[in-house]
């Protein structure tokens, strides 16, 4: 019986996707994993199995990393897209790395025209490109420039990362990485074994969950409010699942956009303190503030080794400075360094040097006071956009981050208002993804980093206000 249900439940997914490609077209990217799991009721495996069958039937195609797509008549498809990979299904077993609620943050639309309030970095014309290129070519110049660097990373690199994260920081804390998400896999890989519960924040970051979830561990949701996660849930969490970790952003959360409250702060390390459990936080947003002081990272409250801090020159600078640390202490440390000796040796030496030599001169305080007005500036005009042509959605502006968190009436759909909003132009992300376990209310997240002008975000919300009329009235 179960061989019967399982055929049919690959059948008649395989129609709704040969019906899908047929109105989509050539080149038009299907619904993800994810989605068609929801939609169809079905596991992993069966989505698996069925688009492996129509990959092989020259249906569609799979792109590692950015999807499945409707394929080109036969005539037209390449070469190697015709051949058969339909073993590997059986052989990947029902193991899944869904990498699907991150495209939007990496990949800039491609269509002219196409406004993005998704992309998780900033726009051209925010970066220091002039500061970067002079960085990068003094770096090129150095004398031992292609020489291997310490698997930890450039000495004075740490040292400037460990002065940065504040006062009982050394650069032996340090252990330079090849950006936030890389620091991110890395330390849930060397703090918690597969199958382990770790608790995170809910909503959390997309990339975290991927990270975990590739990894094979369990996620354990715990609510925030406007102050942030509410940790009068931990303790009962801790106990409950037996987890060792928890994962947090105390500043500028993403997607939310929160700051952890201060009288929060010591009761987070207590509960952390109280199960024997590590504290991950993604310090993110430490150089993305708007215009005020960030707050310490928790890290600096924290003297037992407790706090596992991650942050990155990624977000502040250019998508392609890929360059970020964690800061860990004891045993740890220790583990996450002989980690990154097996994983990939060390970051590139004139990729470190290039970022030491661009954050170590005035140019660089200047950059982020400049991108913190610019940040502020987005921030108010995107969330005066909503109040003016979406009235249904509630959002608070953030004190820094990229992000809005945009509430939808009760009954909206955020996924098909996404994805009507694509079609009128904007891309925009759901708030789906972003909770570890079922959302408690339909929400949006709206990024104003990655735009080219303030007019374009509000371009971008009067195109999404025609999407999803539900939301509001149109402007005049």
Same mark, same amino acid.
Request: charged content about 20%; aromatic content about 6%.
């Given at each position: 019986?179960?061989?019967?249900?399982?055929?049919?439940?690959?059948?008649?997914?395989?129609?709704?996707? +040969?019906?899908?490609?047929?109105?989509?077209?050539?080149?038009?990217?299907?619904?993800?994993?994810?989605?068609?799991?929801?939609?169809?009721?079905? !596991?992993?495996?069966?989505?698996? +199995?069925?688009?492996?069958?129509?990959?092989?039937?020259?249906?569609?195609?799979?792109?590692? #990393?950015?999807?499945?797509?409707?394929?080109?008549?036969?005539?037209?498809?390449?070469?190697?897209?015709?051949?058969?990979?339909?073993?590997?299904?059986?052989?990947? $077993?029902?193991?899944?790395?869904?990498?699907?609620? @991150? !495209?939007?943050?990496?990949?800039?639309?491609?269509?002219?025209?196409?406004?993005?309030?998704?992309?998780?970095?900033?726009?051209?014309?925010?970066?220091?490109?002039?500061?970067?290129?002079?960085?990068? $070519?003094?770096?090129?110049?150095?004398?031992?420039?292609?020489?291997?660097?310490?698997?930890?990373?450039?000495?004075?690199?740490?040292?400037?990362?460990?002065?940065?994260?504040?006062?009982?920081?050394?650069?032996?804390?340090?252990?330079?990485?090849?950006?936030?998400?890389?620091?991110?896999?890395?330390?849930?890989?060397?703090?918690?074994?597969?199958?382990?519960?770790?608790?995170?924040? !809910?909503?959390?970051?997309?990339?975290?969950? =991927?990270?975990?979830?590739? *990894? #094979?561990?369990?996620?354990?949701?715990?609510?925030?409010?406007?102050?942030?996660?509410?940790?009068?849930? %931990?303790?009962?969490?801790?106990?409950?699942?037996?987890?060792?970790?928890?994962?947090?952003?105390? *500043?500028?959360?993403?997607?939310?956009?929160?700051?952890?409250?201060?009288?929060?702060?010591?009761?987070?390390?207590?509960?952390?303190?109280?199960?024997?459990?590590?504290?991950?936080?993604?310090?993110?947003?430490?150089?993305?503030?708007?215009?005020?002081?960030?707050?310490?990272?928790?890290?600096?409250?924290?003297?037992?080794?407790?706090?596992?801090?991650?942050?990155?020159?990624?977000?502040?600078?250019?998508?392609? @400075?890929?360059?970020?640390?964690?800061?860990?202490? #004891?045993?740890?440390?220790?583990?996450?360094?002989?980690? &990154?000796?097996?994983?990939?040796?060390?970051?590139?030496?004139?990729?470190?040097?290039?970022?030491?030599?661009?954050?170590?001169?005035?140019?660089?305080?200047?950059?982020?006071?400049? @991108?913190?007005?610019?940040?502020?500036?987005?921030?108010?005009?995107?969330?005066?956009?909503?109040? &003016?042509? %979406?009235?249904?959605?509630?959002?608070?502006?953030?004190?820094?981050?990229?992000?809005?968190?945009?509430?939808?009436?009760?009954?909206?759909?955020?996924?098909?208002?996404?994805?009507?909003? +694509?079609?009128?132009?904007?891309?925009?992300?759901?708030?789906?993804?972003?909770?570890?376990?079922?959302?408690?209310?339909?929400?949006?997240? %709206?990024?104003?980093? #990655?735009?080219?002008?303030?007019?374009?975000?509000?371009?971008?919300?009067?195109?999404?206000?025609? =999407? $999803?009329?539900?939301?509001?009235?149109?402007?005049?």
């Amino acid at each position: 019986m179960g061989l019967i249900n399982h055929d049919s439940s690959t059948d008649t997914l395989k129609d709704g996707l +040969r019906a899908e490609a047929a109105r989509l077209g050539p080149g038009r990217r299907l619904p993800s994993t994810r989605a068609l799991i929801q939609a169809y009721r079905v !596991s992993p495996l069966t989505v698996s +199995r069925a688009v492996a069958e129509l990959a092989r039937e020259g249906i569609l195609v799979t792109r590692p #990393g950015t999807g499945t797509f409707v394929a080109e008549p036969r005539a037209a498809a390449r070469h190697h897209d015709q051949h058969d990979y339909s073993w590997q299904t059986i052989a990947l $077993a029902e193991r899944v790395i869904d990498a699907e609620g @991150l !495209s939007p943050l990496a990949d800039p639309p491609h269509q002219e025209g196409v406004i993005s309030l998704a992309t998780g970095y900033l726009h051209p014309s925010l970066m220091p490109s002039g500061p970067l290129r002079s960085a990068l $070519a003094r770096a090129a110049r150095l004398p031992d420039a292609w020489e291997r660097p310490p698997t930890a990373g450039l000495h004075e690199l740490r040292s400037w990362f460990a002065q940065a994260a504040g006062p009982g920081v050394d650069s032996q804390d340090v252990l330079i990485t090849s950006g936030g998400q890389s620091a991110l896999s890395a330390t849930f890989r060397a703090l918690i074994p597969p199958g382990a519960p770790l608790l995170t924040e !809910s909503p959390t970051y997309t990339g975290a969950l =991927a990270a975990a979830r590739a *990894a #094979g561990i369990r996620l354990i949701p715990v609510p925030t409010d406007a102050g942030g996660l509410i940790s009068a849930h %931990l303790a009962e969490a801790f106990a409950r699942t037996g987890a060792q970790a928890l994962f947090c952003q105390p *500043a500028y959360h993403n997607p939310t956009g929160v700051v952890l409250a201060a009288d929060r702060r010591a009761a987070v390390l207590d509960a952390a303190a109280g199960a024997g459990a590590f504290v991950i936080e993604d310090d993110y947003g430490r150089f993305l503030s708007h215009q005020q002081k960030p707050p310490a990272p928790l890290l600096q409250d924290d003297g037992e080794g407790r706090v596992v801090c991650i942050t990155s020159l990624t977000k502040p600078a250019s998508p392609s @400075l890929r360059v970020g640390v964690v800061i860990a202490r #004891g045993p740890a440390a220790q583990r996450l360094h002989a980690l &990154r000796a097996v994983d990939d040796m060390f970051v590139s030496r004139p990729l470190q040097e290039a970022a030491l030599d661009l954050v170590t001169r005035p140019v660089w305080p200047r950059h982020l006071a400049g @991108l913190g007005r610019a940040l502020a500036g987005r921030a108010q005009r995107l969330a005066d956009a909503i109040d &003016r042509y %979406l009235p249904g959605a509630a959002v608070a502006r953030p004190a820094g981050g990229m992000h809005l968190w945009a509430r939808l009436p009760r009954g909206a759909d955020d996924m098909e208002i996404a994805a009507a909003a +694509r079609r009128e132009g904007v891309i925009v992300m759901p708030g789906r993804p972003f909770f570890p376990a079922e959302a408690p209310a339909p929400y949006l997240r %709206l990024t104003f980093s #990655g735009a080219a002008t303030e007019a374009d975000l509000e371009t971008g919300v009067r195109r999404l206000a025609t =999407a $999803a009329p539900q939301l509001g009235r149109p402007g005049p």
